[in-house]
């Protein structure tokens, strides 16, 4: 009797992405405040022009070539990326306890450094705690690398429109020993609210206390406060703080690279007797997962990152970037209150980063899409980019009508 050939029929329900936060389609007549991009005034995508002129620097060097990357990475690329993150003079480099691996981009490094804590750390539990809200690719990621239960930790306390601290050191303090929770490091999606330096204390204190094991998301460094070495804070506390952890850099945002799919894991562990055989396994993992990383966005940021001049000159578009979504956050907000728009808008310039958590409601949210051409996440979550000086009036107007 032969066999069946296998077949792919496969059931919508498991291939069905997490419901919720998907962005609304727009025409061009609508606002657009939905994707996670930057945008310039204009509206239109931004190519750095310090990324210009490593871009040039790179045409014209005669050893630039297409020849593979090693597995782990471009080294000139893991370890200015790795002391961007930890600083020049972090205790864990000084040490010989840290180091970088190159990933694919923020999403491809965040499933790396899960796979190697569900598959290769012994004495982890398989359960994984993500914030609520949060970014919904945490659980798919982190669920498909093999943690068989995803927790939440609730951040945001929607009758103050600020970080509920009590809630999350209470769950993260429920959490069984050894639980691996993903925190992100600053300019937190969708909500925008970090935690203060006081309340990153605390947090430690529970991760300690519960023996938890950090993976912080890095996916906005520069982008919440305009400088990287502040944005950078939380990872830097932890580390000083003797914790071994894992962090996951993109360069998608602070580069603006998007589509070149860079990324970096950094490994901070207590031993650098364990590097050596840390790296072997990370090694079998991207062997077995994508063999070796893409080289241009690498060449790029390592150029920019072991020049000095550069690296001015990249911080300085840093800030134009990060300048211009806090100028957005304080031109909804004075126009709402200008307006008389029922309700505190504070908020709006409390938050960091890329994303502005509104507190308007689904329905709300839904009356926007539908009688203003507005999209927006139901969830509330608007980005800044989609906002400029031409659509910002507009915008408080719908928003009022919206909440009155
Ligand atoms: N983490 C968070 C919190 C994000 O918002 C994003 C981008 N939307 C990423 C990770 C991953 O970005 P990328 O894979 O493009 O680097």
Same mark, same amino acid.
């Given at each position: ?148 239960? @995803? +927790? ?6 929607? /009758?103050?429109? =600020?970080?509920?601290? *009590?809630?999350? &050191?209470? %769950? ?113 993992? @991207? +062997? ?6 893409? /080289?241009?966005? =690498?060449?790029?940021? *390592?150029?920019? &990152?072991? %020049? ?97």
């Amino acid at each position: 009797v032969g066999g069946l050939q296998p077949s792919l029929l496969v059931s919508e329900d498991k291939q069905k992405l997490p419901a919720g936060n998907q962005t609304v389609t727009a025409s061009s007549s609508w606002s657009t405040l939905g994707a996670g991009v930057y945008r310039t005034e204009e509206g239109k995508p931004w190519i750095l022009p310090v990324v210009k002129e490593a871009v040039k620097l790179l045409s014209a060097d005669p050893a630039v070539n297409f020849e593979y990357v090693p597995m782990l990475g471009l080294e000139a690329f893991t370890t200015a990326a790795t002391r961007l993150l930890l600083g020049a003079d972090s205790p864990a480099l000084r040490d010989g306890r840290a180091f970088g691996v190159q990933g694919i981009a923020g999403t491809g490094s965040l499933r790396i450094a899960a796979d190697f804590l569900a598959t290769v750390v012994p004495n982890l539990t398989k359960v994984a705690y993500i914030s609520r809200p949060g970014w919904d690719n945490h659980r798919l990621l982190f669920t498909r690398a093999g943690f068989t239960e @995803i +927790r939440e930790y609730r951040y945001w306390h929607a /009758a103050e429109c =600020a970080l509920d601290i *009590a809630g999350m &050191l209470e %769950d993260l303090g429920g959490a069984p020993e050894r639980s691996v929770v993903i925190f992100h490091a600053c300019a937190h999606n969708p909500t925008g609210v970090d935690p203060t330096h006081d309340q990153w204390r605390e947090i430690l204190k529970v991760v300690k206390q519960r023996s938890l094991f950090p993976v912080f998301d890095v996916a906005y460094q520069g982008f919440a406060s305009g400088d990287p070495d502040i944005d950078a804070w939380p990872v830097r506390l932890f580390v000083s703080e003797g914790v071994e952890l894992l962090a996951c850099q993109s360069f998608a945002k602070n580069f603006g690279l998007y589509n070149q799919r860079l990324g970096n894991i950094v490994i901070v562990t207590a031993n650098p007797e364990t590097v050596h055989p840390i790296r072997s396994q990370l090694a079998i993992i @991207i +062997r077995g997962t994508f063999t070796s990383p893409p /080289a241009y966005g =690498a060449q790029i940021v *390592a150029r920019i &990152l072991s %020049d000095p001049q550069l690296t001015v000159q990249w911080k300085a578009d840093l800030n134009t970037m990060s300048t211009r979504l806090m100028e957005m956050r304080q031109q909804l907000r004075t126009r709402l209150e200008t307006k008389n728009t029922p309700g505190s808008w504070r908020h709006l310039t409390e938050q960091r980063g890329m994303f502005a958590f509104t507190g308007l409601n689904e329905r709300q949210c839904e009356y926007l899409k539908t009688q203003w051409h507005i999209a927006l996440l139901k969830s509330g979550r608007i980005s800044l980019s989609g906002l400029s000086m031409q659509n910002v009036e507009r915008v408080s107007q719908a928003f009022y009508d919206a909440v009155t």
